[in-house]
């Protein structure tokens, strides 16, 4: 399946640049969808606590960004079947501004308890983790690149890339982490091997 830009609102049903620059609100539409995935095994009760807790995190301000113009920048890639599955109850997957708009905010309240800075703090302590002397570093499959940008913070001196599949995740990621040279942000085609002998630490 290739990507249509032009479908995105279809994909996401729902436009959620309405609310770019405030809280992150729970819609209706994505309680229902978890609601509807209460069929399957996964832990009912976290799910929804984390769910709602979503609606209390600070959200990125996207307010000034132009998502058909940044979309226009992308050429058409091939996505293998299980990436269009609406993964994590979003409808249209990683391939929405929902879940772009809400990653940040997902993760914040996925790791409330884990960390004294939540998500941004795991974040910092694996960045902690990668060598000092690292020149350069890949995150594949990077979402919108919040642990790239720690260790960018970290390494200024490292080229850091973010790579993901979903321009969605590229411009919002490109978007909340600005200001950092010394980083950037790309999308890969998903066959493997997207980036050979990318990731070296020693
Ligand atoms: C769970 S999310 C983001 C995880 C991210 N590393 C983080 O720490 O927040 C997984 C990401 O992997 C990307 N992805 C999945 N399969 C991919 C593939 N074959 N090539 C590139 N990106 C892929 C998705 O678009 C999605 O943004």
């Not at 929804?48 to 307010?63: E, H, K, L, Y």
């Not at 490109?174 to 066959?191: D, E, F, I, V």
Request: glycine share 8%.
């Amino acid at each position: 399946m290739s990507h249509d830009p032009d479908s995105r609102r279809d994909a996401v049903g729902f436009d959620m640049r309405t609310l770019a620059g405030t809280r992150w609100p729970v819609p209706d539409w994505h309680l229902e969808t978890i609601a509807g995935e209460m069929q399957c095994d996964a832990p009912k009760d976290r799910m929804m606590r984390v769910v709602r807790r979503m609606g209390d995190q600070a959200a990125p301000d996207f307010s000034d960004l132009d998502w058909d113009a940044e979309l226009a920048r992308f050429a058409p890639i091939e996505f293998p079947s299980y990436y269009t599955q609406p993964f994590h109850s979003v409808p249209g997957g990683y391939l929405s501004e929902a879940a772009a708009i809400g990653d940040r905010a997902a993760l914040e309240a996925i790791y409330e308890d884990a960390h004294p800075r939540r998500s941004l703090g795991v974040r910092d302590e694996l960045a902690s983790l990668v060598p000092a002397h690292s020149r350069g570093v890949v995150d594949l499959g990077a979402g919108t690149g919040d642990g790239a940008a720690a260790i960018a913070r970290r390494l200024p001196e490292a080229r850091v890339t973010a790579i993901d599949a979903s321009p969605f995740m590229v411009i919002a990621g490109r978007h909340q982490n600005r200001g950092l040279p010394t980083s950037r942000w790309s999308r890969a085609s998903p066959r493997p091997p997207a980036c050979p002998r990318a990731v070296r630490t020693r």
